[in-house]
């Protein structure tokens, strides 16, 4: 009998145990891990024998990962003190991680809105959860990038400048995210065409890395933003400024051992400043040493690219050729520099009369490089090679296979920002094909699903001056009073309203 | 050879005579084991952490979270088992081994003499246990600085080496159950606790052959259950279901336990035969 009253002894502890809200939690915690591991074989069981889900298979996984929200509510479990609070941080980001991936999922299943909901649910739970927090800012702004909700993305980007400190490194290999967010808006702003406003993201940018310069911060976050902020000089033309912060980055990696390896950087820095000089002869000698004396780093790839281009503008164009097939022979190079290197190879080879090359090269860039600037105009270089050349109809048939090719790459991506660079080369076309119903058609494409987006704007007044030209001056007005209503602050606006204000004028009163 | 014999005799006979009444107390045992891998598999619940999650961390914070606490169960599990066997087992397999002389000394098996003679030899059977358990640890540090790494350097990395190491660990394994496995007997005899300890590995040295053989001819069932948890724990965890663990552990304590029965009672018929042998 001894062995049940033991028994009975045991279990009224456990019962008495288990009422305690650090055990509670405990459990709520395990609870969400493994809800959350469900969800996670849900997804390959469902993804299994698809390479590319469709929405419908999509939005099934993302329920999956949507169910440890629906189960567990804020606060998650009741109690004070500070195991309590570990748990509930704990759960907390079991739950929110669980809805991110949810997030990214309607992002994948072009939900951009289901997308943002989850995001910023996330961002309500995170509390003191920096982590966290950081995770939800950015699916924020990856769900308002796909809903061409740019100014709020930045908005949101500028926040976690803000609101996160970046964090010291313990190598250089390491770098905190954050210090990426000015250029991620630099590249979104100089994305959407916005020229005027990639110069203030410019200056916004500098300002931030001087701001953590005044703090003084530890020698390697240190080196990393005098990198990041004589960059953003260099972009900006102000090469005196760059030459002067790679005057103490030199001086700062000289005394820190754990800086030599910031020796390529600096040399490619200091020949790219030469280079904005227009010292042209000092800045090719200087990126040659360093493809000689580094040629394993990514600077070296950087320095071939640069050399050629200011060889090219020395008249070498059998040294920029070299330069050229130097860097595109390396292996896994960046898709930012290949893009520019190929897009120059070609120009450089159509002005030696070896057009078959160059428009090889050219048909090649859509495919390599789809999301780059290079990508976009090379079908365009294609057709405007024909027109220099008068011959119409190449040049007719070139503007067709860009179009085919921008539908393509539209398909490939269609929440990428690229999507409405793609569509505004696809009015480009038919309008230069005068083909006008088509031109509109795009026009109205682009008003519907890049809508936010800058470049809307540029295809509305387009749009407009084709429906004027063809007679349809009621549809062209339409589009004219569509910039007012949507794009009020752009820099259209005033030319359209006098526009729309002479053509009320003129409109005789009944 | 004629140990062989009697061992395959002791062996048949401990098959043939199995009786619930002697089985118990390994039941005992098992069922606390039951109910700790219970508790393990419910830690969804406050009273399953409660029970189970003080235990599993003793092992590794990563064991009180989904899907590690399966992975980490099995050393968990290991633990609770050594634990049992030294503080419960220490009375409840002399309980057992009593019960079963009790017919050849001709006392009732259930009678307060029985209980008498396994508590007289909770003692020995504990210290017996404590020597038998360090010797593994040894093994154990040895087997990892010695033949793993020249079966890891000689075999390509895959199954088959860690098969071979697990099969080698096991075998020395049974080897140093084996030398120990007359303690508790010689214990329940009546044996001063010197005599018992020493005589039992004296005698377990002698008989070695033979009790390494009655040993394998048992445990080898429970050991193909226990297999893939030892040597593929991450894998039945993140390709199967990390439940499946809870599930094969429990059929290994269940095994286990008639398995241990039937040793110690075949190597008790063993060590009789051994002293009174027939013409």
């Known amino acids: 009998m001894i062995a049940p009253r033991r028994f009975a002894i045991a279990f009224a502890c456990i019962a008495l145990l288990s009422g305690c809200s650090q055990l509670e939690g405990m459990a709520t915690r395990y609870r969400a891990e493994r809800m959350v591991w469900d969800a996670q074989r849900r997804e390959t069981q469902l993804r299994i024998g698809k390479q590319a889900p469709d929405s419908m298979t999509l939005l099934r996984i993302r329920a999956e990962y949507q169910k440890p929200r629906q189960t567990f509510r804020p606060p998650f479990i009741e109690g004070q003190g500070w195991r ?8 907390a980001r079991q739950v929110g991680k669980s809805e991110l991936t949810a997030s990214r999922i309607a992002l994948l299943a072009r939900r951009p809105d289901l997308a943002l909901e ?17 995770e939800s800012d950015l699916a924020t702004v990856m769900a308002l990038r796909a809903l061409h909700r740019y100014d709020e993305a930045v908005g949101i980007m500028r926040g976690m400048l803000d609101r996160y400190p970046p964090l010291a490194p313990r190598s250089l290999d390491q770098e905190d995210a954050i210090l990426g967010v000015p250029d991620g808006i630099i590249e979104l702003r100089a994305d959407m065409g916005d020229s005027e406003k990639v110069a203030e993201e410019r200056a916004y940018a500098a300002a931030y890395y001087r701001k953590i310069l005044a703090q003084h911060p530890p020698p390697l976050l240190e080196a990393q933003v005098r990198s990041r902020l004589s960059r953003t000089l260099l972009e900006m033309g102000d090469a005196n400024a760059a030459f002067e912060e790679v005057g103490t980055l030199r001086k700062l990696a000289q005394r820190t051992p754990a800086l030599r390896s910031l020796e390529p950087e600096l040399l490619f820095t200091e020949a790219r400043i030469r280079g904005t000089q227009k010292d042209y002869k000092v800045a090719l000698a200087m990126y040659d040493n360093l493809v000689r004396t580094h040629p394993a780093s990514s600077f070296a790839a950087r320095s071939l690219l640069d050399g050629a281009i200011i060889a090219e503008r020395m008249g070498d164009t059998a040294g920029a050729v070299a330069r050229y097939r130097a860097l595109l022979a390396r292996p896994n190079i960046d898709p930012g520099i290949g893009a520019v290197a190929s897009y120059r190879l070609a120009m450089v080879k159509d002005q030696m009369g070896n ?10 860039i859509p495919t390599k490089y789809p999301k780059s600037r290079a990508g976009v105009e090379a079908p365009f270089a294609i057709a405007e090679h024909y027109d220099r050349s008068r011959q119409p109809d190449a040049a ?10 921008y539908r393509s790459m539209i398909g490939f991506d269609t929440v990428s920002s690229y999507a409405a660079v793609y569509r505004w080369n696809i009015l480009r076309a038919y309008t230069a094909l005068q083909r006008w119903q088509d031109a509109l058609a795009t026009v109205d494409l682009m008003a519907e699903k890049d809508r936010g987006a800058p ?25 004219l009073q569509r910039i007012l209503f949507e794009y009020p602050s752009s820099p259209r606006a005033a030319v359209v309203r006098k526009v729309l204000e002479a053509d009320a004028r003129k409109t005789p009163k009944p | ?34 109910l700790f891998l219970f508790l393990a598999s419910n830690l969804t619940t406050p009273w399953g952490m409660a029970g189970a999650g003080w235990i599993l961390r003793t092992v590794g914070e990563p064991a009180v979270h989904y899907p590690a606490s399966f992975l980490y169960l099995v050393s968990a599990f290991a633990r609770v088992e050594s634990v049992l066997f030294a503080l419960a087992g220490s009375f409840l397999i002399p309980l057992s081994l009593a019960r079963i002389q009790a017919p050849m000394i001709g ?30 640890i040894a093994w154990e540090y040895l087997l990892g600085v010695g033949p793993r790494r020249w079966i890891a350097a000689s075999l390509p990395a895959g199954l088959n080496g860690e098969l071979l190491i697990w099969g080698l660990g096991m075998l020395v394994a049974f080897a140093i159950a084996a030398v120990f496995l007359y303690v508790p007997i010689r214990a329940v005899e009546g044996s001063k606790f010197g005599d018992a300890l020493w005589g039992g590995i004296r005698e377990g040295l002698g008989a070695f052959g033979p009790t390494l053989f009655l040993v394998l001819v048992f445990a080898w069932p429970a050991m193909l259950l226990l297999a893939p948890l030892q040597i593929a724990p991450r894998l039945i965890v993140s390709r199967v279901r990390p439940e499946l663990t809870a599930i094969l552990l429990s059929l290994v304590a269940v095994a286990n336990s008639f398995v241990n029965y039937f040793i110690f009672a075949a190597a008790s018929r063993l060590h009789w035969l051994m002293r009174d042998p027939k013409p």
Request: charge should be positive; charged fraction near 30%; aromatic fraction near 10%.
């Open chain 1, 84 to 91: 309590v609070e570990k748990l509930r941080r704990d759960i």
């Open chain 1, 118 to 134: 989850s995001a910023r649910w996330v961002t309500t739970i995170a509390d003191a959860d920096t982590g966290l927090q950081r």
């Open chain 1, 355 to 364: 057009w078959d090359e160059a428009k090889q090269i050219l048909e090649s």
């Open chain 1, 396 to 405: 007719k048939a070139a503007l067709l296979k860009a179009v085919d090719t």
């Open chain 1, 455 to 479: 470049i809307v704007v540029e295809a509305l007044f387009e749009g407009a001056r084709i429906a004027r030209a063809t007679g349809d001056k009621a549809r062209s007005n339409l589009y």
């Open chain 2, 1 to 34: 050879m004629g140990d062989f014999r009697s061992a395959r005799a002791g062996i048949a006979e401990a098959w043939r005579d199995f009786r619930w009444l002697e089985y118990r107390p390994f039941l005992w045992m098992t069922l606390a084991e039951l």
């Open chain 2, 107 to 136: 006392i009732p098996p259930k009678g307060p003499e029985t209980v008498r003679r396994a508590w007289r030899a909770y003692p020995v059977t504990l210290a017996g246990y404590i020597l038998n358990v360090a010797l593994l």
